[in-house]
């Protein structure tokens, strides 16, 4: 049997509709994983178009509480009679926890040696007062002043192996000199040039809390002791009259 002109032409052309034109918007994708077909509208490019802005605007947003933690280096940090400096970048670290809203210094306790154990001085957010970040003109090194409202906790590292998650063991009493970070409400820590300014901006956008914080007038109190404003009675106590041993 001898085949139409039009079964040809239909034949030549792959068995498109001749009225058809490939690649437009009303084709049908025949032969799919499914061997169904599959027609593109005008709506299903849409719907597609929707879609693929919407994962890009959740690739580039950050769900609230789902910041990651934040950990930079510190150079010196000073709170009353204790000072603490680093010999090495990992001996002193400020450590942020979005979801947890804890904020803490890491140091080891003895920088001079490479057997010391970490230490850590750990507040909640809601115990900061406010901050106020300093960056030299110059060399942009920066100091960073924390206000408390109350007297941090107080950890030391159990049974430390390498590559693991490091334990805490929360301590009974304070480990700076003289128990100052028991005793004074002021925080001041140096970080190395570009550090801290680096890291603010990473801060206070990545939580209201902190940038709400930064507009808060430094210092909200001019009491320098806990005891001043109603933790401890004197020097010696600690964590709301809970005694520090001497």
């Not at 803490?104 to 490479?114: G, L």
């Not at 110059?138 to 693991?164: C, M, S, Y």
């Amino acid at each position: 049997m001898e085949r139409s002109q039009e079964e040809l032409e239909s034949s030549n052309n792959g068995g498109s509709s001749p009225n058809k034109i490939p690649g437009s918007v009303d084709e049908e994708v025949e032969n799919g994983p499914l061997n169904l077909a599959l027609t593109i509208t005008p709506e299903f490019l849409k719907q597609i178009e929707s879609l693929l802005q919407q994962q890009e605007q959740d690739s580039n947003s950050t769900p609230p509480g789902k910041t990651k933690p934040m950990s930079f280096p510190i150079s010196k940090i000073t709170i009353g009679e204790w000072t603490l400096d680093a010999v090495y970048e990992q001996d002193l670290k400020a450590k942020i926890y979005f979801a947890r809203k804890k904020i803490m210094w890491e140091c080891v306790e003895d920088v001079s040696t490479t057997t010391g154990m970490n230490r850590k001085i750990e507040m909640q957010w809601g115990d900061v007062l406010s901050l106020k970040p300093w960056y030299h003109p110059h060399d942009q090194t920066g100091i960073l002043k924390v206000e408390l409202r109350k007297p941090p906790t107080f950890f030391i590292e159990t049974n430390p192996q390498a590559r693991k998650h490091t334990l805490w063991q929360q301590l009974d009493q304070d480990f700076t000199r003289n128990h100052s970070a028991s005793r004074n409400r002021i925080h001041t820590l140096h970080f190395a040039p570009g550090v801290l300014q680096k890291n603010m901006e990473k801060l206070v956008s990545g939580d209201r809390f902190w940038s709400e914080l930064v507009k808060v007038h430094f210092p909200t109190l001019e009491h320098l002791y806990f005891y001043d404003i109603g933790y401890g009675n004197s020097m010696n106590n600690m964590h709301d009259g809970n005694r520090v041993p001497r």
